[in-house]
């Protein structure tokens, strides 16, 4: 059996996390979206999305380069998600929410690089 992109745990979380801070930001006034909002949505989204095209290359370096881009993506997601809190954009349980899922994350995505790099060959 091979491994398909839905298989991949780190990728999942990142997904589903991305849908949620979508529908928060979706909420917020159009000042708060244009300025703040636009930017996290875009990080969290990075996120997967960096995963997916990784999983995509056929060679394991330019996969692992990939899933090393998702990390600088969850760098800037706590960057943001900080932001929305000190400028009052989240609820407390939203910021505790996304700040717990973007800290799984490294641990989930370094596992997958070193999957990547023992289970293949090229």
Do not use: M
């Amino acid at each position: 059996k091979y491994l398909k992109l839905a298989d991949v745990d780190c990728y999942k979380r990142a997904l589903k996390l991305s849908n949620y801070v979508w529908d928060v930001v979706i909420e917020w006034d159009y000042f708060a979206k244009k300025t703040v909002g636009t930017q996290f949505v875009r990080a969290v989204d990075s996120i997967s999305a960096n995963i997916a095209e990784g999983f995509g290359w056929y060679h394991k370096k330019d996969k692992i380069k990939f899933y090393r881009y998702s990390c600088g993506s969850i760098d800037e997601s706590l960057d943001w998600n900080q932001k929305s809190k000190h400028r009052k954009l989240l609820l407390n349980k939203q910021y505790d929410h996304i700040l717990a899922e973007l800290k799984a994350l490294p641990r989930e995505v370094n596992y997958l690089v070193k999957f990547t790099r023992d289970k293949l060959k090229k």
